[in-house]
């Protein structure tokens, strides 16, 4: 089948440019100023045509906690978002953390064919922090990176042995940096807030020290270490000095870290309730900071669904998390608005670095001879964000039902539409 997108506002990280594109079959043929035949004809005027997004960090709950969302549902939410390629973690029940599950996961994901599942192996087996799992086995699997997300690795032997064994295969550690030792029942950002809450407070020391450490054990094994969810300004100054020194680190940040403050759980709102916390202003400006500069090399959403009985109870009680694929877009958008980065830029962190990190060479670029993974933004389109639209089975997010601005109103995934607004031409 083929697809012409004529009229595109083509944005790829280094340029931005105005041509046609035909798809034919899984792949972009040509991009091109001619007006060319095809099965069907899509007319992008006035919207952005960029690379399918790729969200390095979702929590898809599937296998054992499918109540919340499962591979499914999480796709749905996935290219509903502009997303076609989504890395789950690993804390499922039972834990991704052999190459049976890991193969499971993948061909639930095919089976529903609306996006590619590239599932992140646990670090330890079940979560427990000590022996390392059999990395070998899973990557052949397809597990393209390592993680014990949630439950951080509290033992540095261990994280230095998955950094050597993951860099044997290839690959590497996405870390959770959390001093658990230092949590003490916390459930929010130890501050100004907490105390006027009268809520425990977790300091943002306890992922600056867990920082410092797993950088220190990179530069030991020459591994490629991944800070997931930076939240603390000086986690990024240490981030920075690392990468000045040639050690082999890379970062994401999240929508929900440059946009919220612990100001915002003045309302005891627990869908503002994630780990880690939601920190001050001062910490919030540097992470968009660091988004400007080209320190942070990736956003990713940290999609962690919650049922609304589960957040709907006492502050102390409610879990950490916080959904996010839907509200990717209008979310980063606004940084665009806002002057924060450009578009290229934004497609850089949400495409582009993703895809040279995974090693994925056919995917980050509008190009001719690439998988066409692509995702057509409205950046005017305003709307609610309602069970409607929602395509996830939970609803913890503090924008559900609020009006957003900025949409992915069509995505395709290897030549095929996976998604349409609803009650949308285009």
């Known amino acids: 089948m083929k697809i012409f997108i004529k009229n595109a506002t083509i944005v790829n990280s280094d340029k931005t440019i105005q041509s046609n ?157 959390e001093d658990c030792s230092m949590c003490r029942t916390g459930v929010m950002h130890e501050g100004k807030v907490s105390a006027i809450l009268g809520l425990k407070g977790m300091p943002r020391e306890k992922e600056e020290i867990m920082v410092s450490r797993d950088m220190l054990l990179a530069k030991l094994t020459g591994g490629h270490i991944h800070i997931a969810h930076v939240s603390s300004a000086w986690s990024l100054k240490m981030i920075e000095m690392a990468k000045k020194e040639g050690i082999n680190v890379t970062c994401e940040a999240t929508p929900h870290h440059f946009t919220f403050t612990d100001e915002n759980l003045m309302s005891y709102d627990a869908n503002f309730k994630m780990s880690p916390p939601l920190r001050e202003v001062s910490d919030k400006e540097a992470v968009r900071n660091a988004l400007k500069s080209g320190l942070v090399d990736v956003i990713a959403t940290d999609h962690a669904p919650h049922l609304d009985d589960e957040k709907f109870v006492e502050f102390d009680k409610a879990p950490f998390g916080i959904i996010g694929l839907q509200t990717l877009v209008p979310l980063s958008l606004k940084l665009v608005e806002e002057g924060v980065i450009s578009l290229e830029r934004m497609v850089e962190l949400t495409s582009t670095n993703p895809a040279r990190i995974l090693k994925l060479n056919n995917k980050g670029r509008i190009k001719e001879g690439y998988l066409a993974d692509i995702a057509i933004i409205d950046p005017n389109l305003e709307y609610i964000y309602d069970a409607k639209l929602n395509k996830s089975k939970s609803i913890n997010s503090p924008l559900f039902g609020k009006k957003l601005k900025g949409a992915a109103v069509m995505t395709i995934k290897s030549g095929k539409i996976v998604w349409n607004f609803p009650n949308l031409l285009i």
Not at 57 to 84: C, L, M, Q, W
């Open 21 to 177: 594109i035909l798809i034919d079959g899984e792949n972009i043929a040509k991009i091109t100023d001619e007006i060319l035949e095809a099965d069907e004809v899509i007319d992008a005027t006035g919207k952005f045509v960029v690379p399918g997004l790729i969200d390095m960090h979702v929590h898809f709950r599937d296998p054992g906690y499918e109540y919340k969302d499962d591979i499914n549902s999480g796709s749905e939410a996935a290219v509903a978002g502009g997303v076609t390629t989504a890395l789950p973690m690993a804390n499922t029940n039972p834990v991704n953390d052999n190459a049976v599950i890991t193969r499971d996961m993948i061909a639930k994901a095919k089976a529903r064919g609306l996006i590619d599942l590239l599932p992140i192996g646990a670090i330890t087996k079940k979560l427990g922090g000590e022996g390392i799992t059999e990395m070998g086995d899973m990557t052949q699997a397809g597990a393209v990176a390592f993680s014990d997300d949630g439950l951080p690795v509290s033992s540095s032997d261990v994280m230095r042995a998955a950094l050597e064994y993951s860099n044997h295969f290839g690959s590497f550690v996405i870390s959770h940096c």
